[in-house]
């Protein structure tokens, strides 16, 4: 895929997603971590629903902390995985308490350190909490990067930095959620919506369908060119 191509791709995205940002529902960096710990094999939804109610009586890590296991258990049970989650949140707490004044670091050394925090999660904090441009591969992202052929690798991290080396750099900041976005609701892992999807014409998937209207789309923009028109 050349440049000119993966320039377009993320030129239609971003108009057609206008506002990218995390769904995860968050008033601090602190709740944005703590929620991104508990979307481990979890919906988006689904920890929404949950931290609504946590986070009303508990959205410090000392007052998380204090809850104990047991009673942050209660909160998110919900949630797969919550056994091994409460006791990775709670641990978190202790060490921002412990070493951080209760402050969220904003560095990836720091961040992998904590319990629970990944090199996925430390990446959707970075970006989303501190501005910086960087790119949490997750099943979505793997799933576009390979199936557009975005960003080809056998494993996350080289489908991480495949993405940032070639992604325009005006473009980084919010590439993440873009993508993860257009995967959750358009780019879906079965049955992909290649008729509502706005780059269907760009994209190198081997098994998309193409409707009309987009075929004709593409034959009015290469004429556009032809004719030393600009294509939009």
């Not at 940032?164 to 879906?188: E, V």
């Amino acid at each position: 895929m050349n440049a000119e191509k993966r320039f377009e791709i993320f030129k239609r995205l971003s108009i057609a997603i206008p506002q990218p940002t995390t769904e995860l529902e968050h008033s601090s960096t602190f709740e944005l971590l703590i929620a991104v710990i508990l979307s481990a094999q979890a919906t988006d939804k689904g920890v929404n629903i949950a931290t609504r109610k946590l986070f009303k009586v508990a959205n410090t890590p000392q007052a998380i902390f204090d809850l104990g296991i047991a009673g942050l258990e209660s909160y998110i049970k919900t949630i797969g995985l919550y056994h091994a989650k409460a006791k990775n949140v709670i641990a978190c707490c202790a060490q921002l308490i412990e070493k951080h004044d209760s402050l969220v670091p904003n560095t990836r050394a720091a961040l992998e350190a904590l319990p629970g925090v990944g090199r996925k999660t430390a990446n959707v904090i970075l970006n989303t909490a501190f501005g910086q441009p960087t790119i949490a591969v997750d099943t979505h992202l793997f799933r576009l990067g390979n199936r557009t052929k975005l960003a080809t690798g056998k494993n996350v991290l080289q489908v991480e930095q495949k993405y940032l080396k070639t992604i325009p750099k005006q473009f980084l900041q919010d590439a993440h959620h873009l993508l993860i976005l257009h995967g959750r609701y358009t780019c879906t892992a079965r049955n992909p919506k290649c008729g509502e999807c706005c780059i269907v014409d760009l994209c190198e998937y081997r098994d998309k369908v193409i409707p009309k209207i987009h075929l004709m789309a593409g034959e009015a923009m290469i004429e556009n060119s032809m004719d030393g028109g600009e294509i939009s």
